[in-house]
T-cell receptor
């Protein structure tokens, strides 16, 4: 299994739809997880952190399934502005000096259409 | 507001040239990173620094070196640029500590080597 694996998409959904992405990871020792959003030709920005079973922020819900080693991102009532690539991020083996080495998935592309 | 600044946004260099990519953060973060991002491969860590003058190799350090003489500044150096180093380069920073610390990215530097 790859360290972090995501379905690349694209997911094309109509405005108002609910869409979910999954991300599988191989490091069973990982404790915290992240979803980043990246717009076209822009830098990734933190969307949500997931430390326990899940996290909810407005229309966005992130869930963690440790037994099956996957995290999911659910977007409800999707907007045109949600169109972006969503990156799953999983901590890997630690770096010297307490650094946090993060492994990024290749991203799932979402296109919300009228 | 947190700020990671990459001074060069778009560069075109010739094969064999020495290339410097500069990154400055104003958040007093201990950790700084250089990633490159390529289609289908996601973000890959080139080098990491957890303190002034300290550095650690990431997943793809070959052909690159780094310099961290001041806490706020982390430079990526391509000693002799090659066409396979054409990519988007992202600088990032975070607080020292566990894997739960958010990582903040600069806007990216688009390098083309001809």
């Amino acid at each position: 299994r790859k360290e972090v694996e995501q379905d690349p998409g694209p997911f094309n959904v109509p405005e108002g739809a609910t869409v979910a992405f999954n991300c599988t990871y191989s490091n069973s020792a990982s404790q915290s997880f992240f979803w980043y959003r990246q717009d076209c030709r822009k830098e990734p920005k933190l969307l949500m952190s997931v430390y326990s079973s899940g996290n909810e922020d407005g229309r966005f819900t992130a869930q963690l399934n440790r037994a099956s080693q996957y995290i999911s991102l659910l977007i409800r009532d999707s907007k045109l502005s949600d169109s972006a690539t969503y990156l799953c991020v999983v901590p890997g083996v630690g770096l010297t000096g307490g650094g946090n080495k993060l492994t990024f998935g290749t991203g799932t592309q979402l296109k919300v259409e009228l | 507001d947190v700020k990671v600044t990459q001074s060069s946004r778009y560069l075109v260099k010739r094969t064999g040239e020495k290339v410097f990519l500069e990154c400055v953060q104003d958040m007093d973060h201990e950790n700084m990173f250089w990633y490159r991002q390529d289609p289908g491969l996601g973000l890959r860590l080139i080098y990491f620094s957890y303190d002034v003058k300290m550095k650690e190799k990431g997943d793809i350090p070959e052909g690159y070196s780094v310099s961290r003489e001041k806490k706020e500044r982390f430079s990526l150096i391509l000693e002799s640029a090659s066409t396979n180093q054409t990519s988007m380069y992202l600088c990032a920073s975070s607080l020292r500590g566990g894997s739960g610390n958010t990582i903040y990215f600069g806007e990216g530097s688009w390098l083309t080597v001809v």
